[in-house]
């Protein structure tokens, strides 16, 4: 009964209102800023993964921008790029890939304004540490105050909803699936393994989190991505074909059971629908939790740590993401758009593409992939929400009940149904998306001014843009 209520409402929030307000939202914010994240980010990648981003100093508190980004990344980068986009491509059909290209499009500027806000509104807390993120950038920068500090907490709580359903749950349910799937241990066990490491990781805070996601983030997209180039490198003359469904799906210039222009809106908007939640369930832009984690880096320019994380967009969905989909219309598989159920959703789908090229050797491959993105997702989230759960509560002292609840809940997970998981993380990610989406339209303008002055001075190249 439970789980018909929350996919009912799921469904409620994901109509056309939301797809327009993230997506509208987005292209505002693209035309607004002329265009300057999207054309900026060869520049952005630069500062991303270059030295200054590494360097970490003992004198300030939080962590270096560069293991901001990979936390970031730990955070974004899970089953949304594996089982989300399955899932997306079975749900919507193959032009659920094209919608999720475009709302990452239209992300950069979303992350970018996210994390720019949380940099620029954070605080400094008694331990030395940055705290920030929409809920304090409502609270301090809204022009109604009043309204700023309910939709503030309102926010906070929708966060903390979220952390235990997107960057939890959903992390522990996949990996129980994928392990059952392909190595046989019951879910049960593997989700006490998993829920147990968690807070083994996550008893040593940020400064352990950011360290452990230093390491793990860049290996374990370099592992996937090996496998999945292959497998697209082999299945190569699928390609044209399966690009031509993407496209044709996404517009249904293939008309579907007849051709009935009814049909034919209802099979775009499920597409749209799939594609764009499931995007924003992987990069995350328009949610503001990244924003969380950007407050904690060590900068004092928050233009400059906005093109930081907005990479995130581009590494989790327009290269990770994309390349899964194209695994998948590659591999020539028989799946069937519209039809909801365990077996036939995201990790099966995606072990039967691998298998394709490696056998049985593929369901080994994706299982470690899932495990290994997953757990990296479980571990970045949990510092966003402890973030928005002192906040809700006003207590900084409650973070070790919130690490043992939030260690609990991936064990509850992994024993729960995929279905009611995943409604329930979408259905917290719209409501997440709301207060945020509304906060950065009404700052769109103190946006807008600093980074227009940010470019000039990096035309110019003038002090003391030229030390940064």
Known sequence: MLADWIKYLDDVVWGPPMIVLLIGTGMFLTLHFRGLPIRNLGYALGLALGKD??????????????SSLMTELAASIGTGNIIGVASAVNLGGPGALFWMMLS?????SLKFSESFLSVKYRVKGKSGQYCGGPMYTLAQAFPDRRLG????????????MASFGMGNMTQSNSISLAVEETFHISRGLSGLFVAILTILVILGGIGTIAAFTRYLVPVMAIF????????????CGNLPTGIASVIESAFSLK????????????SVFRSMRYGVSRGIFSNEAGLGAGGITAAAAQTDDPVRQGYISMTGVFLDTMVICLVTGLVLVTADLPYAPGIETEACAGTTLVIAAFSTVFGKTGGYLVSI????????????WEYQGEKAFEFVTGRRHCEVVY???YGLAAFAGAICTMETVWCFSDLANALMAVPNLICVIVLSKTIRQEILSYE?????????FCSR
């Open 53 to 66: 981003a590494r360097k970490n100093s003992e004198d300030e508190g939080g962590v270096s921008p560069f």
């Open 104 to 108: 990452a499009l239209t992300g950069f």
């Open 149 to 160: 500090r309910i939709l503030g907490k309102l926010y906070a709580l929708f966060a903390v």
């Open 224 to 235: 996937y991505m090996a496998g999945a180039l292959w497998v697209i490198g082999v299945n």
């Open 255 to 266: 008309a579907v059971g007849g051709g009935a222009v009814g049909i034919c809106s209802a």
């Open 369 to 380: 992939g899932i495990t290994l993105f997953a757990f990296a997702t479980i571990i970045g």
């Open 403 to 405: 690490r043992f609840a």
């Open 456 to 464: 000039k001075l990096r035309k110019r190249k003038t002090p003391p």
